[in-house]
């Protein structure tokens, strides 16, 4: 393990300190013969509230770090914690609460459904949770759906947006549910770099305003300056926290 990956891991040193951490986590993906290690034994802690970018270059395991930290994953060997908790001793439908409930996710390609309007993308997760009454959901989703600037497109289809405007419906759903954790794989990856710098800016207001803890990758250097930490990663490894 680097000095600055072990500098990052002795900042928390009780799990429950943290909202998230990785606990010495490799990934090796099997490819034909050949084994692919994506991370190589990676120890991380991100605080409540912050806002990080994991930066790097194509293939670096950015992408690999979410999904492990997003429950959709898992590591090889080392142990992901969330709020104190590792993530192994959880079961498949405990897992799947904890994407539900605790989670948000913004993929790069936006992972819209189609056939839904704005308005019934934003509504799904808590369709799903299926907690809160028809009058209850629509208060919240319209709250979001204003919030991100979209109160005008509620009733279109995701087809008819532009794609600053899907990524705001996706920014929308990944909050509805008031998740603790916002993942965002390279956010702004089919924008043009004003409609990015604007998403980024949406993001970094409701991380100050709600302190929902906020980690997102990118390779985009322009986009980099917005975080107020950034972790840097070349080859599977950690070369800056």
Do not use: W
């Not at 001793?89 to 189609?114: A, V």
């Not at 009733?155 to 603790?180: D, F, W, Y």
Request: with cysteine.
């Amino acid at each position: 393990m680097d000095a600055l990956a072990t500098g990052s891991e002795k900042r928390n040193e009780t799990p429950g300190h943290a909202a998230i951490r990785l606990v010495d986590v490799t990934k090796v993906y099997p490819l034909g013969k050949t084994e692919v290690r994506a991370v190589k034994g990676v120890s991380l802690s991100f605080d409540t509230g912050e806002f990080t970018s994991i930066a790097g270059p194509s293939g670096c395991g950015k992408s690999t770090i979410l999904n492990l930290i997003g429950c959709m994953d898992t590591p090889t060997s080392g142990e992901v914690y969330l709020g104190g908790e590792p993530v192994s001793g959880l079961s498949d439908k405990e897992l799947t609460s904890t994407r539900l409930e605790k989670l948000g996710f913004i993929f790069q390609s936006f992972n819209l459904i189609p056939v839904l309007t704005v308005f019934q993308n934003v509504e799904f997760p808590l369709l799903l949770q299926g907690r809160l009454g028809a009058a209850e959901r629509k208060a919240r989703v319209e709250e979001l759906l204003t919030e991100v600037g979209l109160q005008d497109q509620m009733r279109h289809k995701s087809n008819e947006l532009s794609g600053g405007q899907r990524q705001r419906v996706a920014i929308a759903r990944a909050l509805v549910t008031s998740p603790r954790i916002v993942l965002a794989d390279e956010p702004t990856a089919n924008l043009d770099s004003a409609t990015g710098e604007r998403i980024i800016d949406l993001m970094q207001k409701i991380n100050v305003t709600h302190g929902t803890t906020f980690l997102f990758s990118t390779h985009d250097p322009q986009v980099m300056h917005h975080a107020t930490r950034v972790v840097r990663l070349k080859d599977g490894l950690v070369v800056e926290a």
